[in-house]
């Protein structure tokens, strides 16, 4: 076998979804940006690496050795310390203080990232693909941190799966790796018995690993003993991979021996490729086997350098607790020297891996005393981990302080003279941080923005350079907020800070010019790329254009001067400029900024914050060298809601909408069936067109959880929807009521969350279906009307999750125009001159059934109840019974669902506004029992759930003779009860 084109095409698929998910390393997304907005035929580059492979010696290629001329590094602090820091720790006594400037910052720790051309990086990936799953083959699944996907591992097969990740997801693999040793050691604690937990860290890890690319090309023959194709290719990758590394290595040499006296002399792994994750964790796979084999302890787990063991009825001496156990438990894995203070070492092949002294930390829980310790601990994981899976809302009226700072204490927490100091929690700020940005992603904050000046006052001196991380989400809610006058302020107030760095080195505490002058360097770059990241989420091809011009005067001559600080900011061709149109070219901006799904994948220049350009625009279309190169999956529902606003205009048929969104869909991203089908069929009688739509597996279930929201639909709301002389209710106040509903929803394990006709702002629609996806739940809602010119859409939602190939997740989202307008609904249409969006109907109406986790439902939308013609269709079809309402009038609707409920036999559930009530749930039983629940007024937001009997209600409706005992009603004349077998 042969490297062709498309191996190499496939890598670079892998390398840029590498790079998009990169959040610190954005030197690698800049340079991936640049390769592809630069390079007109990616496919030329693709050939040169191809024809560079199919060489006896591709070492000795004179294109491959331009490349490695080109390698060089970035280098980041660590850690970053004010000068006067040094001063105060030497007084007598201790000196807390909140003032983080200084006119010098001095930096001693760093980090060094690999800067190449992209072409070498698409080698790497490749050797990634093809030698990596003979590394993977070797490691323990002790091993949690930088595992291989299962895509990449099955890519040297010629049918290899359609996925572009190199790894596992972060967050899963982390959360595996932690929660596990404190589910291990509360088990262990549990049972009444002694339980030990022991955490250690690697020191400079990748700058410690000393390994021979030999062991790897033995490793690769093992591998493909059976396939002399592609172990060619492998071993080729090799020997270039190899060459990249010892360039890498004799670039930083002899910066290494001034930041890492220890390792010196040692083969450092590149930190900024996906090989080196690979190849870092191999190389430790030997200390895994050791600790399984030789140790087992109850419980081991490392994530890259970071050790966690758990111990049952653990042995050691209470004098010297740390070095007796290890004594004990890890004498055959762990040594001991002296050498430069280096107490315990980790011994590869001779190589000594040493530990980190203050990260080595034994916790002893005895069965004898309280092990609140170890439950709190616990409790608080499982507290943090379930926050993540909930909408964030309580950021929004707090102080960042509350959340930014940990307070240190020594001693009592009610004594002013406990503490010790505050310590900044990167990890709350964060959260802080995207709480605002989403929040004002979403809805329009009606008060004035208290956010910056508090960002102004915690990113400010040491601070400000030490979270460099965070600037980018500084510049994100600068720009999400319109505030572009904060993005230039920060922008140019980080440039000057930057100037007071110093490095210096550890051991002699003396300056160093060189390593001072690159940091100030790369620290700017990484500037400019944060800001740049984010502004090309806007339109700015033309900036400075002639309407952000105003005329400014100066010395009796008139010039144009930018009226935005960011166009002021961003000159037209500088690099900064040139930073955010690679950015948006190549589409590896930050996606979730995005106000409307696959926006950033049309050929659209607005702005991509906003989704008015974008929801209805029929002439905005798909760019298919984006789509080509996605640096992310796309999930179904994104297409369909991108495909839906083309479809509402007269033009169209939005009942074939979902057919062909669905089609276009498969044949774009899949090559096997996706599990959603759609199945038309006509009323003989009525005329009425009927659809069955079957998503996800078709599994019968026993019951489901069902949460109905009680929310108030403001009639005004409904009416500035509609109104082109005002604006939709985005509040803070509104979204805040949608997160305490979902949330609750989540909280009561729903299945399914229905809620009211017109609940959700069109904008919103996005957000709406993405949490089904993300969470797994089932949202039925009413969505405002959708404007398309003088056309008002009232369209019901459907969002139907479900998993692809039982492990990925995935949605369908439907969308129906109501059939039926309400007479006060036309009436507030008609006086604003618009017309129904039934009228576009191509038939006289149009409704569809649905088969999703076992269940089989319909919905209808408010007004349509009312046609007697129109409710029965689905008689002896349906589980259940939906209807989304907005009505005053709730005795009429309440008959109406009673009668629904014995003539279709089937649950019946209405979710109306809260201010007029009547929500319930109704299933076919006696009178007494019939109402299972019944909602009227209140004005707090929130859900109510009940539990559907569908295995009990299928079992009866199958019998031709119920008998008394059975809980649920007669069945109506004319029932056919051999339909249930298709349910």
């Known amino acids: 076998m042969e490297l062709k084109i498309h191996h190499v095409k496939k890598a670079y698929l892998y390398l840029k979804s590498y790079a998009y998910y990169e959040n610190l390393n954005l030197f690698l997304k800049q340079r991936v940006a640049e390769f592809e907005a630069l390079h007109s035929e990616l496919d030329q580059s693709f050939e040169d690496i191809v024809r560079i492979m199919s060489g006896e010696n591709p070492c000795d290629d004179e294109r491959f050795n331009e490349w490695l001329k080109r390698i060089d590094y970035h280098l980041l602090p660590k850690v970053v310390e004010r000068r006067e820091a040094h001063k105060e720790s030497e007084n007598f006594g201790l000196y807390i203080s909140n003032v983080r400037d200084s006119e010098k910052y001095q930096v001693s720790k760093v980090n060094y990232f690999i800067s190449a051309p992209v072409e070498l990086h698409i080698i790497e990936v490749l050797w990634c693909l093809f030698a990596g799953p003979a590394l993977e083959k070797c490691m323990s699944k002790d091993s949690y941190g930088n595992r291989m996907h299962p895509s990449a591992l099955k890519f040297a097969n010629d049918n290899y799966s359609s996925g572009q990740e190199i790894f596992k997801r972060y967050i899963d693999q982390y959360n595996q790796w932690r929660d596990r040793a404190i589910n291990v050691a509360t088990e262990v604690s549990a049972n009444g018995d002694n339980v030990a937990l022991l955490s250690l860290d690697l020191e400079s890890f990748f700058y410690n690993v000393n390994f021979d690319f030999g062991d790897v090309k033995k490793l690769i023959t093992d591998y493909y003993f059976e396939n002399s194709g592609f172990e060619v290719i492998a071993l080729k990758l090799n020997e270039l991979l190899e060459q990249v590394y010892k360039k890498y290595q004799r670039i930083i040499a002899p910066r290494i021996k001034q930041t890492h006296i220890n390792c010196k002399n040692k083969k450092c792994l590149p930190i900024g490729m996906a090989s080196s994750a690979i190849i870092a964790n191999w190389y430790l796979s030997d200390f895994d086997d050791c600790i399984a084999d030789d140790v087992r302890p109850a419980y081991y787990g490392r994530y890259v350098d970071d050790i966690i063991m758990v111990f049952r009825r653990p042995k050691f001496d209470v004098e010297s607790p740390i070095p007796s156990f290890l004594k004990h438990y890890l004498g055959s894995a762990l040594s001991t020297t002296e050498d430069a203070g280096l107490e315990y070492v980790i011994d590869v092949g001779g190589n000594r891996l040493p530990m980190q002294k203050d990260k080595l930390i034994l916790q002893f829980f005895d069965k004898n005393h309280s092990r609140a310790g170890l439950d709190v601990f616990k409790k608080e994981l499982d507290e943090r981990s379930s926050a993540f899976r909930f909408l964030p809302s309580d950021h929004i009226d707090k102080e960042l302080d509350q959340f930014a700072y940990d307070v240190l204490y020594d001693g009592s927490s009610n004594k002013l003279r406990s503490i010790v100091g505050l310590s900044e929690n990167e990890t709350e700020l964060a959260k802080y941080l995207s709480s605002h940005i989403i929040a004002h992603r979403l809805c329009r904050v009606n008060k004035t923005d208290t956010v910056i000046p508090q960002l102004k006052k915690f990113f400010k001196g040491q601070s400000a350079l030490q979270f460099f991380r965070l600037w980018e989400k500084l510049y994100q809610y600068s720009v999400i907020t319109r505030n572009y006058s904060f993005s230039s302020f920060f922008y140019q107030y980080i440039g000057s800070e930057i100037l007071r760095i110093v490095c210096i080195m550890p051991i002699t505490r003396k300056l160093s010019p060189s390593l001072t002058k690159k940091m100030r360097s790369d620290l700017m770059r990484y500037n400019k790329i944060s800001i740049g990241i984010t502004a090309a989420l806007l339109d700015i091809k033309t900036f400075p254009s002639e309407q952000d011009l105003w ?12 009226k935005s600080e960011l166009s002021r900011l961003i000159d037209f061709a500088s690099e900064l400029h040139a930073f955010s149109w690679q950015f948006r070219l190549s589409n590896l901006i930050r996606h979730y900024l995005v106000s409307w799904p696959l926006a950033n994948f049309s050929n659209h220049e607005s702005d991509l914050t906003s989704e008015i350009d974008y929801v209805g625009d029929v002439e905005v279309k798909i760019d298919e060298n984006k789509l080509e190169y996605s640096p992310r999956f796309i999930h179904l529902d994104e297409w369909q809601i991108f495909n839906l606003g083309r479809s509402l205009s007269p033009e169209t048929d939005l009942n074939q909408w979902f057919s062909e969104a669905l089609n276009s869909y498969k044949e774009r991203f899949f090559e096997h069936e996706i599990a959603v089908e759609n199945v038309w069929n006509q009323c003989e009688k009525s005329g009425i067109t009927k659809s069955h739509l079957s998503i996800g597996d078709k599994e019968p279930t026993d019951q489901i959880t069902l949460a109905i929201a009680n929310l108030q639909v403001d009639e005004r709301d409904i ?145 349509e109840l009312s046609d007697i013609t129109h409710r029965v269709l689905f008689k002896s079809e349906i589980d259940l019974l939906f209807a989304c309402v907005w009505n005053k009038d709730t005795n009429y609707y309440q008959h109406i669902l009673e009668s629904a409920v014995r003539d279709l036999h089937c649950y019946t559930v209405q979710s109306n506004t809260s201010q007029y009530g009547g929500s319930c749930v109704l299933r076919p039983t006696k009178t007494e029992s019939k109402t299972m629940l019944y909602v009227k007024g209140g004005e707090n937001s929130c859900v109510l759930t009940a539990k559907l009997d569908i295995k009990g209600l299928r079992e009866f409706q199958y019998k031709s003779k119920p008998s008394a005992k059975d809980y649920f009603k007669h069945l109506p004349p004319g029932y056919d009860s051999e339909s249930v077998l298709g349910r």
């Open 719 to 863: 009416s500035y929807a509609v109104r082109k002389d005002r604006q939709p209710n985005l509040s803070f106040n509104r979204q805040e009521n949608i997160y305490n509903i979902l949330n609750a929803a989540l909280y009561e394990k729903s299945d399914l969350l229905v809620m009211p006709e017109v609940a959700i702002p069109v904008s919103w629609l996005p957000f709406m279906v993405s949490f089904s996806r993300r969470h797994q739940i089932g949202l039925i809602f009413g969505l405002e009307h959708w404007l398309s010119g003088n056309t008002a859409y009232n369209l019901i939602i459907e969002a139907l999750p479900f998993k692809l190939s039982g492990r990925y997740k995935s949605c369908a989202m439907t969308a129906r125009i109501k059939n039926h307008y309400a007479p006060a609904e036309l009436e507030l249409l008609e006086s604003v001159r618009l017309k129904p969006g039934n009228l576009d109907l191509k038939s006289s109406a149009y409704y569809h059934r649905v088969s999703w986790r076992g269940v089989s439902f319909a919905t209808y939308n408010c007004f």
């Open 551 to 562: 005329l400014f005067e100066e010395d009796e001559e008139v010039f144009l001067k930018p």
